[in-house]
């Protein structure tokens, strides 16, 4: 598996993450392993999790998974809290949080600590300043953030440039052929800070795969009920319409939807590792097909055309 740089940094990772949303919830440990071992074996070496995936379940299956595995990166989030504030990036509760994944990974650091999410009721300053303190102290490598708006990761970026020795690295966002939001803003925020895309849900929750094109199947997440609002996102008119063009093209190459979603993908600017959660271990095969597939430029022109997000001022027009 091509292996890519995160960001402007030294640090090598998988084009490919192993992501474990579901681990401990929908995915039990013996599938877990499964599809840990189907991505160890196919050269993949970065796995993405949370502190608050399955309350922290997720943290503690990977954590008996890597500690046979010294060379697996792991990437985690800390910020988003299961109470009516939702998001907490305060000094007090990151470190704790800190501390808690790394109890829970059964390792002495993080390689990519991302925060998970902006969190308006705590100064950028401080935020940053609790993870500096982390990285110093040796229990984190890198310091990434998550789902945060253009201006939100500028700031973040720009400060941290000025004031600390550990940049910025990673911008973990959602991306794909369906959502394209972050080309707007974030993107180029990201190419010119040198911060590193990695993309979580790179088949549009699914649906890029073509298995919702006439109907949600009833093992599918779309059919869960705590997953079927995420997924109707993208079962409108647009979406559809753009799973369409996927599957002509997958049909004329020879190729799945999914050889051809992420091949897109790993070829935009910017994107170093797409992050990648499979129900099964037999869905995780099927990804890992991708890795080698290069799409021809006149299919690459075709569907960056049909699915095109909306632009206009300030982001695009007579000033850029």
């Known amino acids: 598996m091509e292996l890519r740089s995160l960001g402007n940094s030294g640090l090598l990772v998988s084009q490919i993450a192993l992501g474990t949303m579901t681990w401990g919830r929908d995915t039990d440990i013996h599938e877990a392993r499964d599809q840990f071992n189907i991505y160890y074996s196919a050269g993949g070496r970065l796995i993405d999790t949370a502190d608050v995936y399955s309350d922290g379940v997720s ?8 500690r046979e595995y010294p060379d697996v990166l792991v990437s985690t989030k800390a910020g988003s809290v299961r109470s009516a504030r939702k998001r907490d990036t305060s000094r007090s509760h990151l470190l704790d949080a800190l501390d808690g994944s790394l109890r829970r990974l059964r390792r002495t650091h993080i390689d990519v600590w991302h925060m998970h999410v902006w969190d308006p009721y705590t100064p950028i300053e401080e935020t940053l300043a609790a993870a500096d303190s982390a990285i110093s102290s040796g229990k ?9 708006a253009g201006w939100q990761l500028t ?12 940049p910025i690295i990673s911008a973990q966002m959602e991306y794909s052929l369906v959502e394209r939001g972050i080309e707007r803003e974030v993107i180029p925020a990201a190419a010119d800070l040198g911060v590193g895309i990695m993309a979580w849900s790179p088949l549009g929750r699914g649906v890029l795969t073509g298995k919702y094109r006439h109907g949600t199947p009833a093992d599918s997440r779309g059919a869960t009920s705590h997953f079927a ?3 109707s996102t993208y079962l409108d008119d647009k979406s559809r319409a753009i799973v369409d063009a996927v599957c002509t093209a997958a049909e004329g190459l020879g190729l799945s939807p999914i050889d051809v979603s992420l091949a897109w993908l790993t070829s935009r600017q910017q994107v170093s590792s797409v992050v990648v959660g499979a129900r099964t271990a037999a869905q995780l095969r099927v990804v890992l097909n ?3 597939v290069t799409l021809p430029p006149e299919i690459l022109d075709a569907l ?4 095109a997000p909306e632009r206009g001022y300030p982001e695009y027009g007579w000033n850029q």
């Open 59 to 66: 943290e503690e299956i990977v954590g008996e998974f890597v």
């Open 140 to 148: 984190v490598r890198y310091l990434g953030i998550s789902n945060y």
């Open 155 to 166: 700031k973040a970026a720009t400060l941290q440039h000025s004031g600390s020795p550990y």
């Open 229 to 231: 609002s995420f997924v």
């Open 290 to 292: 991708a890795t080698d």
């Open 304 to 307: 960056t055309s049909v699915s």
